[in-house]
T-cell receptor
Framework: ETGVTQSPTHLIKTRGQQVTLRCSSQSGHNTVSWYQQALGQGPQFIFQYYREEENGRGNFPPRFSGLQFPNYSSELNVNALELDDSALYLC?????????????FGEGSRLTVL | RKEVEQDPGPFNVPEGATVAFNCTYSNSASQSFFWYRQDCRKEPKLLMS???SGNEDGRFTAQLNRASQYISLLIRDSKLSDSATYLCVVNPNTNAGKSTFGDGTTLTVKP
């Protein structure tokens, strides 16, 4: 196991609602990244947090937002949910500066938007 | 055009076969390269890093051609347990968190 935990594992929402996903990163890792994986596609980078600040963002609208806490845990918030937001949301922790380049993923939160 | 492109497959091979996966990337400034494995409905896990000199880990061999912006993965003596989706991953720098993934190549190894 990677030591990265995510919650909830599954959830169902309706269009227009808001969702918060949570992640606890692996001990000793200082960055958390969030990825969206739609069915049949590879993970797509949403954003990364380092020292509690956003440290890079992929091609996702502002209704995708996040937080990183002093204990390196993180949240992903999505507002005004759309049907296309249905996907597996993966949290990955890593070490910025001196790391091996490996990403350690949690098991993901599977979101279904109806 | 996607930044990282892979043949989606699926590749259906018998046990013991040798299979090769290819990947191309568009950002010539990319710095680090990896293959990840993803089992059905599970999270991706690192299979191996990829170096210009080529590297081998048991039955798996990875190769990088920077001039052609091409990455390969060779699996020899395929096992049933090798059935999975193989994701090609490229980083623009040493920051692993901003990785770009291909859409994966699906391998099914049959008895």
């Amino acid at each position: 196991e990677t030591g990265v935990t995510q919650s909830p594992t599954h959830l169902i929402k309706t269009r227009g609602q808001q969702v918060t996903l949570r992640c606890s990163s692996q001990s000793g890792h200082n960055t958390v990244s969030w990825y969206q994986q739609a069915l049949g596609q590879g993970p797509q980078f949403i954003f990364q947090y380092y020292r509690e600040e956003e440290n890079g963002r992929g091609n996702f609208p502002p209704r995708f937002s996040g937080l990183q806490f002093p204990n390196y845990s993180s949240e992903l918030n999505v507002n005004a949910l759309e049907l296309d937001d249905s996907a597996l949301y993966l949290c990955a922790s890593s070490v910025l500066g001196g790391g091996t380049g490996e990403l350690f993923f949690g098991e993901g939160s599977r979101l279904t938007v109806l | 055009r996607k930044e990282v492109e892979q043949d989606p497959g699926p590749f259906n091979v018998p046990e013991g076969a040798t299979v090769a996966f290819n990947c191309t990337y568009s950002n010539s400034a990319s710095q680090s390269f990896f293959w990840y494995r993803q089992d059905c409905r599970k999270e991706p896990k690192l299979l191996m890093s990829v170096y210009s000199s080529g590297n081998e880990d048991g039955r798996f061999t990875a190769q990088l051609n920077r001039a052609s912006q091409y990455i390969s993965l060779l699996i020899r003596d395929s096992k049933l347990s090798d059935s999975a989706t193989y994701l090609c991953v490229v980083n623009p720098n040493t920051n692993a968190g901003k990785s770009t993934f291909g859409d994966g190549t699906t391998l099914t190894v049959k008895p």
